[in-house]
């Protein structure tokens, strides 16, 4: 409904970097990086730039 939305958009944080203002779910678009990935690295301290850019590792599959 319309008020959830307002109470979402509420802690809608833009981040510029560059020349260009996106929201965290957008940069997460454009860079082709899950939004929870992204999200969980600045969480813990990271750079945006480091976060954006450094290679998720991908984890290994073990079937027994």
């Known amino acids: 409904d319309d008020l959830e939305q307002a109470e979402h958009r509420r802690d809608l944080r833009m981040i510029t970097y560059g020349n260009e203002t996106k929201s965290l779910a957008e940069w997460s678009r454009s860079f082709n990086i899950s939004y929870n990935v992204l999200h969980g690295r600045l969480r813990k301290g ?5 976060a954006l850019l450094t290679p998720v590792k991908q984890r290994l599959e073990i079937k027994i």
């Open 46 to 50: 990271w750079t945006f730039e480091k």
